[in-house]
């Protein structure tokens, strides 16, 4: 009799806990990550703790202007777990931005992250745009001590608005935050997004859609 009571009610509990749990806090100090590690997990498996050192924990460089001479006139340099392997497992990635006179760094998603910037050099637009169906265009003209944030998976941008060169700093809620520019993704896959596609989503003729192509 017993049993037949209580066993469904430990197996709805169970569900419940199963289906509503999200992911688990850190288990441990860090989990550095070992990049060699032949199981593929969602993140990367942890070097073995008696051999971690200092340096697993340290980047340096984020002090070097990195180079804008390119067509957007911006470049960043980022810091996640690819590049420092201490990161791994724990929710957090950072990148300096540098931005020639009028530079721009161009429409792009981050597909796991809030972003926070602080202006370090310079003045800059940013924006960024909510969802549909408002696709309202949210922006500001920072000055440098300026923190600005940008919501995760939305589309946003700077502009250097300044004729001297500026300077961020980006802190991001992943430690693989992935990046998704907008013209290159739509205008610039490979292999390339259908051009009539392209064309009656952007209501472009298809030779403009394939100049866009041709440059991205
Ligand atoms: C960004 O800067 C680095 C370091 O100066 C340089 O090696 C790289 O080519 C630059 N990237 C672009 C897209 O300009």
Redo the contacts with the bound molecule.
Sequence with gaps: MAVRIFLPIIVAFTFFFLSYSSDPTSLQDFCVADFQGPVKVNGFTCKDPTQVNANDFLFSGLH???????SVGS???HVFVDSLRGLNTLGIGIARI?YAPYGVNAPHIHPRATEILTVLEGSLLAGFVTSNPENRLISKVLQKGDAFVFPMGLIHFQKNIGNTNAVAIATLGSQNPGVIIVANGVFGSSPPIPADILSKSFQLDEKTVLELQKRL
């Design positions: 070097i202007p990195a180079n804008t001479a390119n470049n960043v340099t540098d």
